[in-house]
């Protein structure tokens, strides 16, 4: 795992970066000590290891970048069906928080249709609900995937500072 020194501060240039291999391997440590914890419960393997990788990421966000604030109504959309509509509040490297009443359970995927300012370039970025609350949804993003990359790129620029 490639990560920056402890007293170094990350900013928009230093993410944290994690192979496949060596993320695998995290969440499959994490996830035998949370199974280690419930004495190895058989019915609980799948929730120890969806609780691990939560964790990796939760750990991996929080690390790779400050999250930046922004103003940018957005449509959620699942599958092929407009879902909801809400406003684009922040978001960093790897996460995007939407204001929305719109109701999703944790881990659907939604797209997040959004136009920046004075643009008519349409961004069209795919998230995975982490968490609701009653002011909205938090998103993981993937940006390793490009059109999500390219997204929160553009994003970057257009942040209130």
Not at 7 to 26: C, G, L, N, Y
Not at 39 to 66: G, V
Not at 67 to 73: L, S
């Amino acid at each position: 795992m490639t990560t920056q020194s402890e007293t170094e501060k990350p900013d928009d240039e230093q993410r944290v970066s994690v192979t496949p291999e060596a993320r695998q391997h995290m969440i499959a440590e994490a996830a035998y000590y949370k199974a280690e914890k419930r004495s190895f419960s058989p019915e609980t393997e799948m929730t120890d290891w969806l609780e691990a990788e939560q964790d990796l990421e939760r750990k991996i966000e929080h690390r790779c970048c400050e999250r930046k604030r922004v103003d940018i109504e957005v449509k959620l959309v699942k599958g092929e069906e407009a879902a909801g509509k809400g406003k684009l509040r922040n978001f960093n490297c790897h996460g995007l928080f939407v204001a929305t009443d719109a109701e999703f359970d944790k881990d659907t995927y939604l797209r997040i249709d959004f136009r920046l300012p004075g643009q008519a370039k349409v961004y069209r970025p795919w998230g995975r609900v982490v968490h609701g609350a009653n002011s909205g949804l938090g998103f993981y993003v993937d940006t390793l995937e490009s059109d999500t990359r390219v997204a929160v790129e553009a994003l970057s620029k257009h942040a209130v500072q």
